[in-house]
Structures are given as C-alpha cells and as structure tokens.
C-alpha cells in the first residue's frame, strides 16, 4: 500500500514539473526565427553556384545545399514559414473544431448523432490522403494553401472533446438565462461556453501545432506541399533526395535535428498541460 | 437470440452501406468540382494542340460534360456493377492498376499493424511493472523523442546508414528486377519500411497501454491479488491485462487510419509499388477516378475495422451490451 501510494505521489509531482528546457528551447528557436535577418550571415535564397554542397565549415557553419545554399541561414529563414503554417493550421483547426462541437453540442439528439457520425467518417480516412485530395484540388501551393489544408484535416478530435464538454454544461441555469436574455449563439459561446473547455483542449490544440509542422515537411519533402523556392524546414530537406546519393549528410540531418527538436519542445509542453489538466482524475 | 444477432447484422450492414455513399458522395463531388483539368491528364500535353471541338468531344467520351449528380449516378450503377472507370493516367481500369499492387501495401501494412501492436503489448507491461524505475524512465524519454520524429525522415536516416554507407539494405522497390517471386528476396526489400513504420508508431501505443495498464494497477483488485499470494507478474498478466483488453481493441481499431497513412508515406519514401504511391502519384497528376477508389477502398477498410472492433469488444466484455441496451 506505502509502495502504491508514494508511487502515486511521483506521478503528481513529475506532473507538476513545469519543461523548463522545452521551453527554453523553443523560445530560442522561435526568437532566432523571428529575428533571422540579424543572425544570418548570408542571403538564405542567394545560390552560390562556386560552393555547392560544402560540408560544415567556418564561413558556412552547418554546410550548403546543393544549390549552394547556406544551411544555416537558411534554418532560421524557413523557421518563419513552418512555424507560420503550425500555428496558422492551427487557428484555422481550432476554430472550426469549437464552432463546430458547440453547434454539435447545443443541437437536438438527431442532429448531434449525424453531426458526430460525419466526423467519424472524416476520421476514418488517413488525413494524409485527405490533404494529398486538398492539395491536388489547390494546386499551386503555398504556405497559406498548405495551412489551410492541414488545418482542415485536424479538428475532428479536438471538436469530439468540445461536443461532450459543451453538452454537459448546455442545461445549466446561466446558459438558459444568458437565452433568454436573448445572447445570441457566438456571445453564449464566447462568454459562457469557452472558458469552460478551454483548458481541456488546451493540449491538443498545442500538439496541433506540431502535427502541424510535421505534416507541412512531410507534404513539402514529398514534392507536393511548399515547392522549393519557398524556403521551410520541409523543402529545405525536399533536395536531400538528390544529397543521399552522394552521402551529404549535413544537408538531411541538420534540419532534421532542428525539426525534431521543435517538435520534441512542443510535445513536452503539450504533454505537460495535459497532465496539468487532469492530475486529480487520473494518471493517464 | 438469433433473430437479435440478424439484426445486429443488418444493422452493421445498413451502418457500413450509408457511411460508404457519404464518403462516394463527397469525394466524388470535391474531385469534380476542382479546377485541375482531367483532360490534361489523359492526354497529356496534346491536350493544348487539340481545337475546342475535339476537347468537347473527348469530354463527352470520358462522361466528364453531363451535371455533376448525372456523372454521380452513372458512377455508381457501373460501380456497382464492379466497374470503376478507367485511371486517367495509365489508361487502364482502376481496379486493374490496384490490383497490381495492393498486396504489396497489404503486406506491408498488416505486418508493421501486427509488430506494432505485439511490441507495443509487450514493451507496455514491461514499463508498467518497472514504473518509475530507471528503465522506465529512459524508455518513456526515448518514446517520447521517436514519437516526435517524422516518418519521412527516419526513412531518411536508415538510407543514409543501410543503403549509402554501409550498403547492406536496398532502399527502394519491392523486389530486385527479376525476383518478383523470390520470398527473400522481398523480405530483404521489406526490412527498412517496415523498421520505419514500427520506430514512428510503437511509442503511441506503448504509452497508451502502459498508462491503461498504470490506472489499472491502482484497482482494489490487485490488492486482493496480492494478499492472495499472486506474484506481480501473474497478476499483471493474468488480471490487468484481461482488464485492458476491451480498450486495447478499440485502440487497435481506431488506430488503422494513423497506420495506413504512415504506410503510405513510407511507401511513396522508398518508392515501395502500392497504395500510397499510387495516390501520390494521382494527386499529382488529377487522376480522380483513381484517389477516389483509393479513398473508398482505404475508408472499406477502416469501417470495417471499426465495425469488427465493436463485435469483438461486445463478446469479450458483455457489460457493452447492458450499456447499450440491447439485452433486454
């Protein structure tokens, strides 16, 4: 029983643990993005035809591509677009996912059934061949474009959670009077029905993000998402097919690492508000 | 009792039927209301040789000049019938291309489905008997990094190591040219996707099983167990797990899309032949009667599954059936 209990202990103090590194990491990440004109010592879009595909060295830190680019300017260039697209897609997803789940929540039975069923059916498509559908719908892509269509593959799951918060709390006596005083159906949502699942859907709408970003390098290094003029952290790495063959490595797992890295941050953070959230109800 | 099981099937039936039109309906409608031009894609560049008159003709000969819900309609009494239209790009019948491959993503898909899930039952009450134990410890931080890490890239890596520098593995295809029916040979081929496949999905379901198996651990029951005698392992195994089931089922249904989507990622990485390739490659070119068989037969299987998981769930656990209502 000591065993059982001072274990469960752990667990609520490691949920307390806020991820300090994560959040370090991320916020230099992110800083250096925003600020990426003064760190760069090169034009990240300027092909240097005499040096291509240079390994790390002094004048080029991480190497260039094989355009002759330079690696490391060009991270902290393309940063911008991916972390634009994780966090537009995100909006875009949220957005539709708690416009959704209210509507879905606050209906009559029938319509809520049909409404949930049409979210089973999306989900049950892999969302990757839903936003390849997207895409070759658009056409020319770019980093609006892809957000979009990131964005309107991911609510399912976050507009699930919403629907059953909003149908627990849709007979509470401040909603009903907020009706009848007349509060129309965004006022009630944003005054009434927001702050009180918004904490629960915090986490995902975090994890969101990086799905986000994952999936733009994804589509991007697959040569249907960000064409490669565009600079991100995706189709910076949509050349490294080319690279593989003559084994440059730095050209793939430099912005690899940097992906991973963001996204390992971002997971955590996720991670720890979801433990934040519900430490009292369960271990999960 | 049986006529309670008959209708149970029809309506399982009658669930997969309604959801299948849905799907038909909306693909086909996005597919024909997108601005890429089919033509294009069946003739190829000809197309901008050829005067008005011809481009209406070939548009009447591929169906594609009538209102949307009469292509529908004709659509799906020649689907019916088992005809899909033909792929735009390869000038073939759809099913004819997908039949070519779709053993190749089967295979693929189910073995990785399988690994996955074996490891992750494994590897799950492993952690769970070493809670917070060092082991532990380390496998949830590495977990959590592979989790993270894009499917496209692992792939990236594993060429780099297997196919460039140590050149041990092949890195693309199905078989070497010629060995279509050597079994090793294929196996061989299968190796790196397969690695790819279980390293970005195993730590997903690992940690769902761990935390099942954790809540379950903090049961009354155990300490029954306990007090009986039962060792930690037996009651793991013999007791949480048996508790776990029901929602390890219906992670394992939920998670097919999620699989069959990293498949066809990996697929398109190591130019593997099979679904996923072939939807890359329709969406690149517009080939809509092919990505909507795709989304269809990839929506069949999901359904399915889903249904399956449910049926299953009902047998091992009848407390289902009380919640529902339907043994009454």
């Not at chain 1, 949220?94 to 029938?110: D, E, F, N, Q, R």
């Not at chain 1, 892999?126 to 020319?140: R, T, Y």
């Not at chain 1, 249907?224 to 995706?234: A, C, F, K, N």
């Not at chain 2, 070493?130 to 894009?150: F, L, M, S, Y």
Request: charged letters at 15%; a positive charge; aromatic letters at 10%.
């Amino acid at each position: 029983m000591n065993i059982l209990r001072s274990s469960k202990e752990n667990i609520i103090e490691e949920s307390r643990k806020i991820p300090y590194y994560s959040i370090t990491i991320l916020a230099i990440i992110i800083l250096g993005c925003i600020f990426a004109n003064i760190i760069m010592p090169y034009d990240p879009t300027y092909m240097n035809l005499a040096q291509i595909s240079q390994s790390p060295r002094v004048n080029h830190l991480f190497g260039t591509d094989t355009l002759g680019r330079d690696i490391f300017s060009m991270i902290w260039y393309g940063g911008r677009i991916s972390l634009f697209i994780g966090i537009l897609a995100t909006v875009i997803s949220t957005t539709i996912a708690i416009v959704y789940g209210c509507i879905s929540g606050l209906m009559g039975k029938h319509i809520d059934d049909a409404m949930m069923r049409f979210t089973e059916i999306v989900l049950s498509i892999p969302s990757i061949l839903i936003v390849i559908f997207i895409q070759a719908i658009i056409g020319q892509s770019n980093a609006v474009s892809i957000a979009f269509s990131i964005g309107i593959t991911s609510w399912m799951n976050i507009s699930k959670i919403v629907r059953s918060e909003v149908r627990q709390i849709r007979n509470s006596e401040y909603i009903l009077a907020a009706r009848s005083m007349g509060g129309g159906f965004f006022y009630i949502l944003r005054k009434h029905l927001l702050p009180n699942f918004i904490s629960s859907i915090m986490f995902m709408v975090v994890t969101n993000i990086g799905y986000a970003i994952g999936t733009e390098a994804t589509l991007s290094f697959l040569g249907i998402g960000l064409p490669v003029e565009i600079i991100s952290w995706g189709s910076l790495m949509a050349l490294s097919q080319k690279a593989l063959l003559s084994n440059f490595w730095w050209i793939i797992l430099i912005p690899g690492i940097f992906l991973i890295t963001t996204l390992v941050c971002i997971t955590n953070i996720g991670n720890y508000i979801r433990k934040k959230n519900n430490r009292e109800f369960s271990n999960l | 009792m049986r006529k309670r099981i008959i209708k149970l099937v029809l309506n399982k039936i009658f669930q997969f039927l309604l959801v299948m039109f849905l799907l038909s309906l909306i693909v086909f409608y996005m597919a024909r209301l997108s601005p890429g031009d089919p033509l294009k894609s069946y003739y190829g560049e000809s197309v901008e040789r050829m005067s008005i008159a011809q481009q209406e003709a070939a548009m009447e000969r591929l169906g594609l000049d009538e209102p949307i819900y009469l292509q529908y309609t004709k659509w799906i009494e020649n689907a019916a019938a088992g005809d899909f239209g033909i792929s735009f790009k390869y000038k073939q019948d759809v099913m004819k291309v997908i039949g070519d491959v779709y053993e190749n993503t089967l295979i693929l898909g189910g073995l990785a489905y399988i690994l996955n899930f074996g490891l992750a039952l494994l590897l799950g009450v492993f952690c769970a008997l070493h809670e917070e134990e060092w082991i532990d410890r380390i496998i949830c931080k590495i977990g959590v990094v592979t989790n993270c890490i894009p499917a496209f890239f692992i792939s990236l890596v594993f060429i780099l190591i297997f196919g460039v520098n140590l050149a041990i593995l092949p890195t693309s295809g199905a078989y070497s040219i010629g060995q279509s029916q050597n079994i090793m040979d294929r196996l061989v081929h299968l190796i790196l996707p397969l690695a790819v496949l279980v390293l970005g999905h195993l730590w997903y379901y690992t940690y769902m099983v761990r935390n099942k198996l954790l809540e379950e651990t903090r049961q009354d029951y155990v300490l029954l167990c306990k007090v009986k005698g039962l060792s930690k392992r037996q009651i793991m195994w013999k007791h949480c797990l048996k508790n776990i089931m029901p929602s390890f089922i219906s992670i394992m249904a939920i998670s097919i899309p999620h699989i069959l989507g990293g498949t066809y990622v990996v697929e398109k990485v190591f130019s593997y032949p099979g679904l996923g390739t072939l939807s890359f490659e329709s969406a690149q070119f517009h080939d809509y009667n092919m990505l909507l068989v795709l989304c269809l037969i990839t929506g069949a299987v999901v359904v399915t599954a889903n249904i399956t998981a449910q049926i299953i769930n009902e047998i091992i656990d009848p407390r289902m059936k009380y919640e529902r209502g339907d043994l009454q």
